[in-house]
């Protein structure tokens, strides 16, 4: 009995791994003469769709898990669940302690995150490739295991989380609402998967509980409903088998079949309003079109960059070129079951504040601009321009491993076959002017749509407000989630074994060359043969510091003047330069700054001559126009009144000036010193300050370095002239920690920044071992403050801190945005961690983790053509040697419990914080007096005494 009980257990096990084993369904190959990601599609019996790309250019993988189901599969009255399903997929499971994901991806100098769609909610992991396995088990074991862990502890923090994300990232960023709210309820038939916000309205997540989050975890969350693809340097054979053993033992859920819904028509324009606290009146229409990969879609796509894209197009020149709006936006955004067709005109607001005259004469000349396109637009040069970027857009999903897995991913949603990026290229290339013409009468042309006016609020007495239109009611059950039970998974090995690392495979720090032209700039680059792309990126010093003390008064030139190098030249119109750089899917692009001017510039190998001749002229004959010039200047004032609009930005704006005063370095441009800037200080600031004797300039690519000079060969005509850059002032002295409040009246969050000037940028010094000391404090998720503020007290979204140290000068900043409510609470919680680590430094498991962290994270810093080119950078702005991240990874190695909480003596100093918060002073200033009477708080709020802060 016992041997046929064994042979039975035997026979039961191996038939257990057979049906288990994963089937082949494709081999997707590379193909001649076609742009082709190759990768093998799989699936396991339990329904699990598997997708492999082998690419060993890095040694770095990425493993996504995307979900079939977003807000589309919500309910009336249970709106946001999908999104918040999201965040407690990373409270642990079963073998993963709460916040351990994050820990054990940081530990191995990995990134993480998630998010959630309409339709779909992903997850993903990038990581060294030796961590392969960990990555499979830690997915594997929140598809299996979840409901194992979930508790009402962890449920309630995650709720207070999502709700400080709306009040963060939408209540309290203009515009957010309209986009977000707004349009989708008025666009779309009540009951449509896409009507609510994907974040939900928060009185449905208050009457949601821990059920209803096992439920949903229940219905969509089985391998059937999922896609799991691996892209990067690992062995597909490999990677099945472990596959195999992490996922297949984990059972389908119940099936889900394909959501279809009616296309949305509008039988006639439909108005609506709303009140934001935004400076542009915002007029919004938005025409219900067709889903993605639907045949209309890339006609639709390119019309609407013909109408709106570039300075030749007819939306630009009848809004932004005739100082009606500051910008006219036109863009087609498709999802799973709908499309729309968006025109968004940011408009001036009127001086004499009659919003209902300004709506009503851009709504006619909204529908007068899209009756002139019919008649004179739609054009053979028009459409050969808007398909001028098709082609390097494509490439763009080619980058990085993330990039990669993310198309392969979402071919595999959409349209479950094999696809490759030259189908994608194709399908657009295909397009014909009738193919324009025919959308745009069936769409566009006597369609109608959903028209929102977004009005600035002026009145004190409103506020940005969320209303869910269904408030109050109640909605019978879902039948979806009737009968659902969970049945443990049952393995053949023990999960909760964690999975050792591989061996550490060498990263492939890129090989470089250096160069210095006569006329003394200095270009650096390298190889990088991945994709057929040129990116260049030129940094010329000085910006606004080597601005003369009469010229403080008119801050902003450094700015403008890049402005107007965005315009013509002196050969050739701003229309006909857009035109040739549209034609080649190419981008020039200039902009000033405090410390700097920059230009990059970026394109196709094949056209890197024609953009290059591009840039030679304008960067050596730009033609400072005096109708450039007032267009500029009116939307760099109007730009500086938006931003008082901004929370993050008047907090960053304020702290500046907290810290310099009336400074170069604590003011930026205003009204005033924009108004008082004149055509001749452009002319001048060019004249003098852009000179290749302060500039670097990086090249990365496909291209060799003999033909990289020879391209770059006209930069010997850039006349060279000397530029001195002044001693920067000094800060405000601090002995004792200053407070500062900047009222925002309503604001439904409060903005906190925390810090003081400190160091400058140093490779090997003080600076890179005081980045080292702030990991554990501020600068991962698993830090002290965001474990306390957000996971512990759900305070906040996100608290991070940091050294940011540049050639001239650094600082030392602690950022959040926190609920109005928590204002005080969060300020004393700041205040006791940073004292806490200013005494008592890091412990032994913190620096482990510190150390582990930062040592496996290069192999992720080099993948990425726009890392290249920062480590480039680096290397000459800074003048280091080329080993200077091996230097940097032995002082990590080599640094002692000591070393680290020496430099926390040194650079931590809580006598010297400044601190800005942006926020209601009403609301905000009770809090404090109660949270500095209350025994928990008293001790940190006792000094905090907030001084109203403002530029004279």
């Excluded at 160091?759 to 003080?766: E, F, I, N, S, V």
């Excluded at 980045?771 to 501020?778: E, K, L, M, P, W």
Aim: aromatic share 10%.
């Amino acid at each position: 009995m016992k041997k046929r009980a064994i042979l039975s257990l035997i026979t039961c096990f191996s038939a257990s791994i057979i049906l288990a084993q994963p089937t082949l369904i494709e081999k997707v190959q590379p193909v001649a003469d076609k742009v082709v990601i190759p990768y093998e599609r799989w699936k396991l019996p339990n329904g699990l769709t598997i997708l492999l790309h082998e690419d060993h250019s890095d040694p770095v993988i990425n493993v996504m898990v995307t979900y079939k189901v977003g807000s589309n599969r919500e309910s009336i009255g249970k709106s946001g669940f999908a999104h918040f399903f999201e965040h407690m997929m990373f409270q642990g499971s079963k073998n993963v302690a709460d916040e351990e994901h994050f820990k054990m991806v940081s530990t191995a100098g990995g990134d993480m995150n998630g998010f959630t769609q309409h339709d779909k909610t992903v997850y993903y992991e990038t990581l060294p490739s030796n961590y392969l396995e960990m990555a499979l088990w830690l997915e594997s074991d929140r598809m299996g295991f979840l409901l194992d862990s979930l508790t009402s502890k962890k449920f309630e923090n995650q709720r207070d989380a999502v709700k400080n994300e709306k009040s963060q990232n939408i209540e309290n960023q203009p515009y957010a609402m309209a986009y977000v709210e707004e349009m989708p309820k008025a666009l779309y038939p009540v009951g449509h998967p896409y009507s609510w916000p994907v974040i939900g309205y928060v009185d449905d997540l208050n009457r949601a509980d821990l059920n209803d989050v096992k439920n949903f975890f229940l219905r969509w969350y089985g391998p059937n409903n999922a896609i799991l693809s691996i892209s990067g340097d690992f062995n597909p054979a490999d990677a099945l088998k472990l596959i195999e053993k992490y996922f297949g033992p984990i059972k389908a859920g119940p099936e889900v079949k394909k959501l279809r819904t009616p296309l949305v028509t509008l039988p006639a324009d439909k108005y609506t309003a709303y009140k934001d606290k935004t400076y542009f009146p915002l007029n919004m229409r938005v025409f219900p079109t067709v889903p993605q990969y639907h045949r209309d879609e890339p006609a639709l796509d390119l019309l609407s960059s013909m109408m709106g894209g570039g300075n030749n197009s007819l939306f630009y020149k009848n809004f932004v070129k005739s100082k009606i709006a500051i910008n006219a936006n036109v863009g087609h955004q498709t999802e799973e079951l709908a499309g729309e067709f968006g025109i968004g005109i940011f408009a001036y607001p009127p001086e004499d504040f009659n919003f209902e005259k300004l709506f009503m004469d851009i709504d006619a000349k909204v529908k007068a601009t899209i009756e002139e396109f019919g008649n004179t637009g739609i054009t053979d040069e028009a459409l050969e321009r808007a398909k001028g970027d098709i082609e390097s857009s494509a490439y763009n999903r080619m980058q990085t491993v993330w990039n990669k897995n993310a198309t392969i991913s979402e071919w595999e949603r959409l349209l479950g076959k094999a696809y490759t990026v030259t189908d994608e290229i194709e399908r657009y290339n295909k397009v014909t002017k009738d193919d324009i013409v025919r959308v745009f009468n069936k769409y566009l042309k006597g369609a109608g749509a959903a028209i929102l006016n977004t009005y600035p609020i002026i009145d004190d007495k409103d506020s940005v407000k969320s209303v869910n239109p269904f408030a109050g009611q109640t909605f019978p059950a879902n039948p979806e989630y009737a009968g659902l039970t969970y049945t443990p998974v049952k393995d053949n090995f023990d999960r909760s074994a964690r999975p050792v690392a591989g061996s550490v495979k060498p990263v492939k720090v890129p090989d470089y060359y250096q160069k210095t032209l006569a006329n003394g700039l200095k270009i650096i680059g390298t190889k990088s043969a991945e994709t057929p792309e040129i990116t260049i990126s030129i940094n010329i010093e000085g910006g606004s510091l080597v601005l003369p003390a009469d010229k403080l008064k008119k801050l902003g030139i450094p700015d403008l003047t890049a402005a107007l190098m965005n315009e013509g030249t002196k050969n050739f119109t701003t229309e006909e330069i857009s035109a040739q750089l549209d034609k080649l899917g190419s981008s020039i692009i200039f902009f000033g700054g405090k410390t700097s001017s920059n230009i990059n510039v970026s394109c196709l190998k094949k056209n890197l001559a024609p953009t290059l001749k591009i840039l030679e002229e304008k960067l050596l004959n730009p033609g400072f126009r005096e109708d450039d010039f007032k267009l500029a200047k009116k939307q760099t004032k109007e730009s500086v009144k938006n931003q008082e609009t901004s929370p993050n930005a008047v907090a960053g704006k304020m702290f500046n000036y907290a810290l310099y005063g009336n400074t170069i370095l604590g003011l930026e441009p205003s009204i005033k010193s924009i108004e008082a800037i004149e055509l001749e200080d452009l002319k001048d600031y060019y004249a003098k300050y852009y000179s290749p004797k302060v500039a670097n300039l990086v090249i990365v690519g496909d291209i060799e370095e003999k033909e990289v000079m020879d391209q770059l060969a006209f930069l010997n005509k850039w006349e060279p002239k000397d530029v001195v850059i002044a001693p920067l002032p000094e800060p405000l002295p601090t002995t004792e920690p200053k407070f500062f409040l900047y009222h925002k009246k309503l604001a439904p969050s409060s903005v906190i920044t925390m810090g003081y000037p400190s160091l400058k940028y140093d490779a090997t010094g003080d600076y890179y071992k005081s980045r080292i000391a702030n990991f554990i404090f501020g600068g991962n998720f698993n830090s002290r403050l965001n474990l306390n503020l957000r996971e512990e007290k759900g305070y906040t979204y996100g608290i991070y801190s940091g050294f940011r140290g540049g050639k001239y000068n650094g600082q030392f900043s602690i950022g959040t945005s926190v609920k109005r409510s928590a204002t005080a609470y969060s300020l004393a919680e700041i205040l006791k961690e940073f004292k806490k680590y200013e005494k008592d430094g890091i412990t032994d498991k913190e620096l482990e983790f510190t150390k582990n962290s930062l040592m496996n994270e290069e192999a992720l810093q080099y993948e990425a053509p726009y890392q290249k080119a920062s480590f480039l950078s680096n290397i000459l702005r800074y003048n280091l040697e080329k080993d200077y991240t091996v230097k940097q990874k032995q002082i990590l190695n080599a640094m002692t419990k000591d070393d680290v909480n020496a430099q926390i003596k040194k650079h931590f100093d809580s006598n010297k914080l400044v601190t800005v918060v942006v926020g209601d002073k009403y609301y905000i200033e009770s809090q404090l007096d109660k949270a500095a009477k209350d025994e928990r708080f008293k001790e940190n709020l006792n000094k905090v005494k907030l001084k109203k802060i403002s530029i004279d």
